[in-house]
């Protein structure tokens, strides 16, 4: 056969060979699977400033624009700090009130120094049910600690980095997950979410995500959605 006549030839045995194994072929896709998933609810919660992170929020605010573009970065960095740091009380009571209801909890949060200083703020009883996940793991840390939260009773909290937790991992033990901060990226934060509701989960997913009020996280509608 010319390599032209081989080719055709070769497409039409694939295709013949794909007819044949189809009826074999078990393929179920994510809109087939997600009918046999329990409902997934998500809540945005919108919380305002304390009077003094106000104040200071302001303040960067007022001086960020004058400011050289390598700068900014920083305090753009700082004004997320102050939003996310608002955010660890109200934090803390959905995650008592989920742990009262038997419930497993997944913090994200897409910068891991905020998870590092809710660990600093909550009380030391409920820190010692937590564990973190970050990218400053070892393989081999990643997964005793993932072993820990799927198996042992002690560990009712995982703080992780949604980046780190829209990538190949089932979290199917916990059905409560809360954004302390969204990564831009939609898709990511989507993943992150779906590591709760994969096959083998049986109660329902509760997503809540936490934002401030007149603040940068006011616009995460339009930039996300």
Do not use: M
Not at 94 to 102: C, F, V, W
Not at 196 to 219: H, P, W, Y
């Amino acid at each position: 056969l010319k390599p032209k006549q081989k080719i055709l030839v070769e497409g039409a045995s694939i295709t013949i060979l794909n007819s044949l194994l189809r009826k074999f072929t078990l393929r179920r896709i994510k809109k087939d699977v997600l009918k046999d998933l329990p409902k997934k609810h998500k809540n945005i919660q919108y919380l305002n400033f304390s009077n003094s992170s106000k104040n200071e929020y302001l303040k960067i605010l007022k001086n960020i624009s004058v400011l050289p573009n390598d700068q900014k970065i920083g305090k753009f960095q700082n004004l997320l700090r102050i939003c996310i740091e608002n955010k660890f009380q109200r934090c803390l009571e959905i995650t008592e009130n989920s742990l009262e209801k038997d419930s497993k909890v997944v913090i994200f949060s897409y910068l891991v120094k905020p998870l590092e200083n809710f660990l600093s703020f909550i009380p030391y009883e409920l820190k010692k049910q937590c564990l973190l996940l970050s990218g400053k793991n070892t393989i081999s840390e990643r997964n005793i600690i993932l072993n820990n939260f799927k198996t042992n009773e002690s560990f009712k909290v995982l703080l992780i980095s949604s980046f780190l937790g829209s990538v190949g991992l089932t979290l199917t033990e916990a059905n409560v997950a809360i954004f302390l901060s969204e990564y831009w990226n939609p898709s990511s934060n989507d993943q992150a979410e779906d590591r709760l509701l994969r096959i083998g989960q049986t109660r329902e997913v509760n997503i809540i995500n936490l934002r401030i009020k007149d603040s940068i996280e006011d616009n995460l509608e339009e930039i996300l959605f």
